[in-house]
């Protein structure tokens, strides 16, 4: 089946630091397609012409976890070029009809791609980045002619993104208590308490009780450890 691709998103992960890339285009693919590069549906002049955003954050936590939403539009596609010498061992999407595929770049990278075959115009995903140790890069390259080896870590992520593992995910809101926190950190809550009383954790008040933005908390965490 064909579809034509109006938006690509690609999020590139360099660990501490990210890149996002805006892409217009018009191509049509066929579905199931490999994810390939997504370098190989646009030109050079479209990449140079689209919007570069350099993100001086990780796209992932402390806890190597990540909420992603785009807006790729209908009949767009996300890309996740993934920090080398890793790979995704959670993925959660928000809606079973994004059609996810997997391929491998030169330089020890995994690619993700996400297509939206839904009617939202956004793609909303819950994932967890994982070190290599297994060598998934080297399987997947030597196998990436066939969709069944590929899905098969698919398969696994989304299996673990179904298990009792997301609710570790779901308990770090962007504004979290005390407690949230603590398990974010995996620290004591009175260690937290007493870090809020001493001014060392970025902390916030709404009608008098502490509240803690995770954003922040990620930033100070680059500089400081609890």
Known sequence: MSY????IIVLQDYGKTHV???????KTIDLPFVAGDYQDLVTADQMKSNVFEVGDTSLF????LARISEDVGE??????????NCWLGTILPESEDIVIDLSFRDDKRLLYSFF??????????ILKKVNDKGDTWSQIQSNS???????YFIKKA?????????????????LMTADQVAKYLQKSVKTIRNNTSDGKI???????????RKSKIDKWLDGKKV
């Open 158 to 174: 989304l299996e673990t993104g179904k298990s009792e593992k997301v609710k570790e995910i779901e308990s770090h809101p962007e």
């Open 145 to 151: 002619s066939d969709p069944i080896y590929r899905q």
């Open 116 to 125: 939206n075959a839904t009617d939202q115009k956004t793609i909303s995903l």
């Open 20 to 26: 996002r890339i805006a892409i217009e285009t018009e």
């Open 4 to 7: 034509k691709v109006n938006k």
């Open 61 to 64: 936590n402390k806890a190597n």
């Open 202 to 212: 970025p902390v916030e008040y709404a009608g008098g009780s502490p509240r803690y």
């Open 75 to 84: 009949n767009g596609i996300l890309y996740l070029d993934l920090e080398e």
